[in-house]
């Protein structure tokens, strides 16, 4: 059974950076799409980073230059720095896997940004 583990949610201030882990266990195949989506409070989940199995990524316009995703195949593990964080960046961070005809998510962690 596939399992995801999101870990590094926190507290940040206004121009910082954290970095956020998601480690899943289980069979996620070879061919996948991992991604982190957000959920601010008051505000549907909104896709935020996305990176296939062959490394291609995509990113929602307001974290282009700031956000970066990348994923260590081998640890099966996918990450997402985020850098030059803003207030509108706090939310509820879920990692998200589909596989074939199949979608998992974490549990969340949570992001909460200072001014």
């Known amino acids: 059974q596939v399992q995801l583990v999101e870990s590094g949610g926190g507290l940040g201030q206004a121009g910082g950076s954290l970095t956020l882990s998601c480690a899943a266990s289980?069979?996620?195949?070879?061919?996948?799409?991992m991604g982190w989506y957000r959920q601010a409070p008051g505000k549907q989940r909104e896709l935020v980073a996305i990176?296939?199995?062959?490394?291609?990524?995509n990113y929602i316009d307001s974290v282009k230059g700031r956000f970066t995703i990348s994923r260590d195949y081998a640890k099966k593990t996918v990450y997402l720095q985020m850098n030059s964080l803003k207030p509108e960046d706090t939310a509820v961070y879920y990692c998200?896997?589909?596989?074939?005809?199949?979608?998992?998510w974490g549990k969340g962690t949570v992001v909460t940004v200072s001014s």
């Open positions: 990176i296939t199995s062959g490394g291609n990524t």
């Open positions: 998200n896997l589909k596989v074939v005809n199949m979608e998992y």
């Open positions: 289980g069979n996620i195949g070879t061919i996948n799409v």
